[in-house]
């Protein structure tokens, strides 16, 4: 049974930081690909940043390259997002993903590949 447990999620003003956590039990991160995705009310749902499994790089949506930063500790089966100069259009609920089937260069933004997701941290940030 592999769970996935966001946690980090708060209300904050813009210009702020937040810090999210995903444990993830049941699945072996350290040589598999993770990512995070995001959903605001009344649009689609949308990639955020990805890390890789063997080469461990990270790529990340221009909406918030240079913001934020996609990191994996392997000894604790845990992926990160830190979050920096948040905006209000950062809003949303934040999905830990893992699990990924495809080409990852040009399949990583495709949710339907990752086989496990969170249920989700809501991030509200205050202009």
């Known amino acids: 049974q592999v769970q996935v447990a966001e946690s980090g999620g708060d209300s904050v003003q813009a210009g702020g930081s937040l810090i999210l956590s995903c444990l993830i039990s049941g699945f072996d991160i350290s040589n598999r690909s993770c990512g995070w995705f995001r959903q605001a009310p009344g649009k689609e749902r949308e990639g955020v940043a990805y890390?890789?499994?063997?080469?461990?790089?990270?790529d990340y949506e221009d909406s918030v390259k240079g913001r934020f930063t996609i990191s994996r500790d392997k000894a604790k089966n845990t992926v990160y997002l830190q979050m920096n100069s948040l905006k209000s259009e950062d809003s949303a609920t934040y999905y830990c993903?893992?699990?990924?089937?495809?080409?990852?260069?040009?399949?990583?933004?495709?949710?339907?590949?990752?086989?496990?997701w969170g249920q989700g941290t809501q991030v509200t940030v205050s202009s």
């Open positions: 993903v893992t699990g990924f089937g495809g080409v990852w260069n040009q399949q990583r933004r495709q949710a339907a590949r990752y086989q496990y």
């Open positions: 890390i890789g499994g063997p080469a461990h790089s990270a």
